[in-house]
């Protein structure tokens, strides 16, 4: 579905920074509308990538949220020194698969 379509139907279920942010993508596939607790980020970056990472610079990741409108977010299958890792649905083709996030952090993203 399109943005504008998406907004119409689980516009409800979506952060303001959501309902926002959406309009950047073609196609969306999930909004992640039975995540509860979603990041509503505050308006200072900080240390903490708008209230997205945790103290230790890993992505707050949600059971049931979503990754760029696509990738539904089902349970962290693990979690170590360069990041977590997530078992997700592909939304779009319907497969399972594994999601790794790196922590937010220089010396783990530019190796």
Same mark, same amino acid.
Request: include cysteine; proline fraction near 2%.
């Given at each position: 579905?399109?943005?504008?379509?998406?907004?119409?139907?689980?516009? *409800?279920?979506?952060? $303001?920074?959501? !309902? $926002?942010?959406?309009?950047?993508?073609?196609?969306? &596939?999930? =909004?992640?509308?039975?995540?509860?607790? %979603?990041?509503?980020?505050?308006? =200072?970056? #900080?240390?903490?990538? &708008? #209230?997205? +990472?945790? +103290? %230790?610079? *890993? &992505?707050?990741?949600?059971?049931? *949220?979503?990754?760029? &409108?696509?990738?539904? !977010? !089902?349970?962290? !299958?693990? %979690? #170590?020194?360069?990041?977590? =890792?997530?078992?997700?649905?592909?939304?779009?083709? #319907?497969?399972? =698969?594994?999601?790794?996030?790196?922590?937010? *952090?220089?010396?783990?993203?530019?190796?």
């Amino acid at each position: 579905m399109t943005a504008p379509e998406a907004i119409q139907c689980f516009g *409800d279920s979506m952060t $303001q920074f959501e !309902l $926002q942010e959406i309009m950047n993508y073609r196609k969306v &596939y999930t =909004v992640g509308e039975n995540c509860r607790n %979603k990041i509503h980020p505050s308006a =200072v970056c #900080g240390n903490n990538n &708008y #209230g997205f +990472d945790n +103290d %230790k610079n *890993d &992505y707050a990741m949600l059971d049931g *949220d979503h990754v760029a &409108y696509r990738w539904l !977010l !089902l349970k962290q !299958l693990g %979690k #170590g020194a360069f990041g977590q =890792v997530y078992k997700a649905q592909d939304m779009k083709t #319907g497969e399972v =698969v594994a999601l790794k996030a790196a922590k937010n *952090d220089t010396k783990y993203r530019d190796q």
